[in-house]
């Protein structure tokens, strides 16, 4: 069976004409990732028994009439850092190596709930920081479209898991940018949702005011089903919205079926096109603009003066937060433990051998700017540049229904290219404003960049809860 690129949806009417099972499709999958993920390393781990008799029990409702939804049956493969209950769930740190998840993670109860098959564990970044998958305590994982290059971070494991036709869709983390950038990086669609739009219970906090579950996928439809999934109050995460959520996937079904942009305006931030931005990336997205204006789109100039302080703004806020939510991984309330002498010293080298250094080295940043004598001068500052950056958006989307800019500075980079951390923070440059204005955004395919034949992608974003006309001119634009 050829898997490349297929859709849930189109999956979805073949188990309904029979032509195939769930069975049969997890197998198919299987092989693919048998065949493939020894070289390209995107899952730290697999239960196949669970997911082969969860395939079995979803034909057998099926095959008596009670299917779960029209989904049923369907692999979403998972971030490590997202918990399914009875599985693995170590953040790919080594800290949390021998952890197995007490409960599913809302996101993961929901798909369960239409009957979606959540399995196997994806590498990333450790604990979700970094931009190449490279921080993993664990292993490599290569780029399905040119394994000398890295997959993007952290959901990197995410991305070539869906490039490289290991599953359908999987789920993803965006703190800064690590569902959209490794999307674009591996020529794949992600979405980061609406602050609050998706319950963060059960997903290892990072940054908790700007952790959003979403999406990695084949098209805009399918990133449409899993958002009507995963979406909507949760009484277990008190910032989850009450607005109504769903209507994703028709919104973008609609969009495909129109091929038009007609009516939409679409902004494009001036400080996103200036300098910094490789030569390929230009010109797919001098193209992109183009094809938007073809396809009935209007384009009109904006400005985001206060981006150009978000990496900065960002690297303060979300190391500040992740001092202090990983201030529970001591080896003692969760974690490895290296016994010592006393408490303080079982502290100090269960999470001395623990962590990485790239975690090592955020908890320090963080742990200074929240310390006495420097919140004022950092945290403090960094909360008010926040909201300067939120205002930016919300002045320009007064202007614009939606904003258009590309994802990342240049396409995917090879291993051990960007050695110094601040040169990696800096690829971040155009992802990180979202999650601090905490309005949605999508990455989806927009071109190849001559110079490295790799993908290039677009960045549609929206004004809060705008997902719908967001993936509906993610459709539109695709088609
Ligand atoms: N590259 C960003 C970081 O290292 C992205 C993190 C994320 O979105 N999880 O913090």
Redesign the pocket.
Known sequence: MDLKKSTIHTLSENLKNGTVSSLELCQEYLKNIDARDGEIGAFLEIDREKMLNAAKASDERRASGNAFSEFDGIPIAVKDNICVKGERCSCASKLLEPVKSPYDATAVELLKKQGFIPFGRLNM?EF????SCENSAFKKTRNPLDISRVPG???GGSAACVAADFAPAALG???????R?PAAFCGVVGVKPTYGRVSRYGLVA??SS??QIGPLCNDPEDAGIILDAISGFDPHDSTTLPAASGGYAAAAKKGAADGSLAGLKFGLPKEYFTGGLDSGVAKVMDETIAKVKALGGEIVDVSLPHTKYAVAV??II?TAEASANLARFDGIRYGSRQDANGLVDTYYKSRGAGFGD?VKR?ILLGTYVLSSGYYDAYYLRAQRVRTLIRRDFEEAFKQCDLLLTPVTPQTAFKFNEKSDPLQ??L??IF??AL?LSGHCGISIPAGIDDATKMPVAAQIMAPALGEKVMLQAAAAFMK
């Open positions: 970044d979700a920081m970094g931009s971070g952290s959901s983390s965006d703190t800064g940018g690590s569902i950038q990072f940054a700007l952790d960002y690297y979300a790239e955020r990696m923070y690829s971040d992802t990180i999650n």
